[in-house]
């Protein structure tokens, strides 16, 4: 009989123990999923919920980074709602819109806009009369100076330009155009995404365009002949006559320019593409495959709103000639401008890359802060040595080299220029990346010019209207001004 109650107890505390696990393994999932997955689920474009929660709720605003206001939604007397984007073309890819499905920062912080975390009597007030609860707003860490005049920069010119703070990740400007204007994508949607001469307007250029990255590659390639020459890398020396040839593959160097006798930081400075040709056939190509695909290729990036992977497809089965092509920034490699930011970034904050964000800061109708975005270390792209070498040879790019329209300037700055072939034209796109003051990097910035641009030599022209607007006294105290007066007054315009 003993027995038996004893095997009935054993047979209850197991299903006791049963349920109990079961219990808190369900608290832990509820706990998992409000704080990593609750956002994403909510925010499915495939949950009904959400449209339950956008007819409840008047949408929140989206803020620049001093306040002032880049989206709001504007209710009529009769309670027709309005979504008002006061910038115009301006913002457009950043911020995105709200019609036919969402981009940009709209779609990246739907579930915040839609949500309201206002003082709760006023919510009680709300439901009792029917009224619809006010929606949270999002800060962005977005530049409004520093944006118009990325904007006004590259004027008619299809382009991007992505500048980033290297020491936090904070994406202070993202331009793309050709752009559209998003107060009125309801009546142009149906012309713009079937009339070829609007250009892909709705591609946001500097996270989805890719474009070989030409010259600025030799970023890539120099860290790697670094890493696989530590100790005698400074003992390079190459003699360049305008061109080379190798087993019957011919290279030239940009306009047949012969740079004659050079050591690594002059070839990289001149933007040798012999040399740099020449560094590829002796590079570990699978060495050389594998450090890239760790510099960002052919993976997901930590961004929040739409972006393509880069491509990085050099093997070891690869041909003399794609190798040559790859190791000076041709061939098949392709790039987004905000990847190419992002090297830029790591390489001024000592070889770290910090996760690049749009979002600062929640707060609520009444204007409480109720959630602060943080930076956050994303991955170590290289060595702080590394960095330095690299800072170093870029910086000789500024000052004896090819981003001369900077060597002036009132900072000092680091970077690296590029021009891309990319079809049996002359035309060619043009790209710099860089940063500054170089000692002290402050911004990390990407500019690419489309093919057939005009109104500038290169790129690098356009980095130095960008980077002399971040550094004057004025970008301090005139970043509330809401108005676009002076965008005619682009010097490509």
């Not at 929140?60 to 709001?72: E, F, P, Y």
């Not at 009369?129 to 920069?153: E, F, I, P, R």
């Not at 990036?301 to 393509?308: A, S, T």
Request: proline share 3%; net charge negative; glycine share 8%.
């Amino acid at each position: 009989m003993a027995e038996k109650k004893k095997s009935r107890n054993r047979e209850i505390m197991a299903v006791v123990y049963t349920f109990l696990i079961l219990f808190f393994a369900l608290i832990g999932y509820l706990v998992y999923y409000n704080a990593t997955v609750k956002e994403n689920v909510v925010n499915n474009t495939y949950n009904k919920r959400i449209e339950v929660m956008e007819k409840e709720t008047i949408r929140g605003s989206i803020l620049a980074s001093d306040g002032t206001v880049l989206a709001r939604t504007v209710v009529a007397s009769d309670g027709t709602e309005e979504r008002q984007y006061p910038f115009g073309n301006i913002f457009s890819h950043v911020v995105g819109f709200t019609y036919k499905g969402k981009s940009g920062i709209e779609k990246a912080a739907n579930y915040y806009l839609i949500c309201s975390n206002d003082n709760p009597i006023e919510q009680v007030k709300n439901d009792i009369a029917g009224d619809k609860n006010v929606g949270d707003s999002v800060v962005t860490t977005l530049n409004v100076n520093l944006q118009k005049t990325a904007y006004s920069a590259l004027g008619r010119n299809s382009g991007a330009v992505v500048a980033i703070e290297p020491s936090t990740g904070k994406i202070l400007a993202m331009v793309s155009r050709p752009d559209f204007d998003p107060n009125t994508i309801e009546l142009t949607w149906d012309t713009i995404v079937t009339d070829d001469e609007f250009d892909s307007v709705l591609v946001n250029r500097a996270t989805q365009g890719l474009y070989a990255p030409g010259s600025t590659f030799k970023v890539f390639t120099l860290l790697e002949y670094i890493r696989e020459h530590p100790k005698d890398y400074e003992n390079f020396r190459y003699d360049c006559a305008g061109s080379m040839t190798f087993e019957g593959v011919k290279l030239n160097c940009f306009n047949g320019h012969a740079h004659g006798s050079l050591n690594l930081k002059e070839a990289f400075a001149q933007s040798c593409n012999s040399a740099f040709a020449t560094i590829g056939l002796h590079l570990d190509k699978e060495q050389f495959r594998n450090n890239n695909l760790k510099l960002l290729f052919n993976e997901d990036l930590p961004l929040d709103i739409e972006y393509n992977q880069s491509s990085f497809v050099l093997t070891m089965a690869s041909g003399i000639e794609e190798t040559m092509h790859t190791a000076m920034g041709q061939g098949q490699t392709l790039m987004t401008p905000l990847h190419n930011c992002m090297m830029a970034a790591a390489i001024a904050n000592d070889g770290v890359l910090m996760k690049p964000y749009l979002l600062d800061k929640l707060v609520n109708n009444s204007g409480s802060v109720i959630r602060k975005f943080s930076k956050e270390e994303y991955k170590t792209l290289m060595t702080k040595e590394e960095a330095a070498v690299l800072t170093e040879y870029m910086t000789a790019v500024i000052t004896d080299g090819t981003g001369g329209a900077l060597d002036n300037a009132s900072y000092s700055a680091a970077g690296k220029t590029g021009s891309a072939e990319y079809d049996s034209s002359n035309r060619h796109h043009s790209w710099f990346i860089g940063f500054a003051p170089a000692e002290d990097p402050q911004i990390a910035i990407c500019v690419l010019l489309e093919g057939g641009y005009s109104g500038y030599n290169n790129a690098t022209e356009v980095a130095r209207i960008i980077l002399d607007e971040f550094f004057s006294e004025e970008n301090s105290s005139s970043g509330a001004n809401s108005d676009d007066s002076g965008l005619e007054n682009s010097p490509i315009e």
